[in-house]
C-alpha cells in the first residue's frame, strides 16, 4: 500500500481537529517469505533481489529437512543400539547366572556344600541387587506421569 507523504504532511493533527481520524498501517507476515507485493517492492528498489530471497529460503527450506532427517536417524539408530546392548546384557547375566549357579550345585553334589551353597546363593544375590540397582537408576518419571501411574 503506498501512502503520499503529501498527504500526511497536509492533514491536521487530531489536537487541532477533533473530528478527524488516525488511521494506522502496519505489516504482518509469517513464514519464511515476505508478501508477493513486498518482493515486487524489493525487486523495483534491487533488480533480482525477490528471487535471491526466494532462493535463499529454498535452500533454508531444504537444509532444514536434511538436518532433521538426519537427527531422526540418530535418534532411531541410538535406540536400535541401546537395545541392543541391553539385549546383550541380559543374555550374559543369563548365562552368568546358569554357570555360576550350575557350578554351585556341582560343588554341592561333589561334597563342598558350603562353598558350592555361596556360589549358588552370591550369584542370585549379585544379580538381583544388579537388577534392582538397574530399577532405582532409571530416570524418575515425571510427577504427571506418577500420579497416572498410581490410578
Known sequence: MDV???TIASSSSPSQNPDSEITAIGFQFIGPLPTPGMLEDFDRVVPGL??????????????????????????????????????????MAFVLAVLFSGLGVYLVLNGYPKVGGAMATTTVVALAGVFLTGQLKRPKQNIKDQKEDTK
Not at 51 to 66: G, M
Request: proline content about 2%; overall charge positive; hydrophobic content about 35%.
Open 50 to 91: 525477490a528471487r535471491k530471497i526466494v532462493d535463499r529460503s529454498e535452500l533454508e527450506l531444504h537444509h532444514r529437512h536434511k538436518v532433521e532427517e538426519l537427527a531422526l536417524t540418530a535418534r532411531i539408530e541410538d535406540r536400535r543400539a541401546a537395545r541392543r546392548l541391553s539385549q546383550q546384557g541380559q543374555w
Open 4 to 6: 503520499n507523504p503529501s
